[in-house]
């Protein structure tokens, strides 16, 4: 299987799209709406290694960002 990634500029579209909608909904959804878009991705990634490892990357992100 080839694993690839998104060129950064389609990133940057990713982030501003996943910003503005969280930017248009209450606070008490944003947990939800986030929940329900990792799982939709996990579902099309379709391998449960790739998926586990990106859950664990963001946990030690958030630690970080938190720590600094």
């Known amino acids: 299987m080839t694993h690839t990634t998104l060129p950064f500029a389609d990133l940057e ?5 996943l910003a503005e909608t969280l930017d248009a909904l209450p606070e008490a ?3 939800l709406f986030l929940a329900q878009l990792a799982l939709a991705l996990a579902h ?4 449960i290694e790739r998926v586990m490892a990106a ?3 963001a946990r ?3 630690e970080e960002a938190g720590s600094g």
């Open 13 to 17: 579209r990713v982030y501003e799209t």
């Open 29 to 31: 959804q944003e947990r």
């Open 44 to 47: 099309r990634v379709g391998d």
């Open 55 to 57: 859950v664990e990357e």
């Open 60 to 62: 030690r992100g958030v």
